[in-house]
């Protein structure tokens, strides 16, 4: 069983920056590709970008591209994404989820994922 948990999220001037954490728990959490994933307010949960269990190939939707950055730190179980420029339709609840498909994880998909968090909310808002 693997326990992820997001934090970060919080209210934030367009323009502005924030970083979220997802942190893993449980048996081999590195063996996890991780995506992170947002839902705004009447929409579906998209995806945003995704990490491999190794770290070194990562994939970003076009609408953050640029302005996203996602990184892990396996020693620390933790997954991170940078948030740069946000706009105000970056405003969602973040989730992570895990899976050991790396096909789901590079496709975004969200019936693909074994696992997810709870979320996070984000507001970009002046």
């Known amino acids: 069983q693997l326990q992820l948990v997001e934090s970060g999220g919080g209210l934030v001037q367009p323009g502005g920056s924030l970083r979220l954490s997802c942190a893993a728990s449980?048996?081999?959490?590195?063996?996890?590709?991780i995506g992170w994933f947002r839902q705004a307010p009447g929409k579906e949960r998209e995806g945003v970008s995704c990490?491999?269990?190794?770290?070194?190939?990562?994939r970003y939707a076009d609408s953050v591209k640029g302005r996203f950055t996602i990184s892990r730190d396996n020693a620390k179980k933790t997954v991170y994404l940078q948030m740069y420029s946000l706009k105000p339709e970056d405003t969602a609840v973040y989730y992570c989820?895990?899976?050991?498909?790396?096909?789901?994880?590079?496709?975004?998909?969200?019936?693909?994922?074994?696992?997810w968090g709870k979320g996070t909310l984000v507001t970009v808002s002046s």
């Open positions: 449980g048996f081999t959490s590195d063996v996890y590709h």
């Open positions: 990490i491999s269990n190794s770290g070194g190939t990562t």
């Open positions: 989820g895990a899976t050991q498909s790396w096909r789901m994880a590079l496709a975004l998909n969200t019936g693909g994922m074994d696992y």
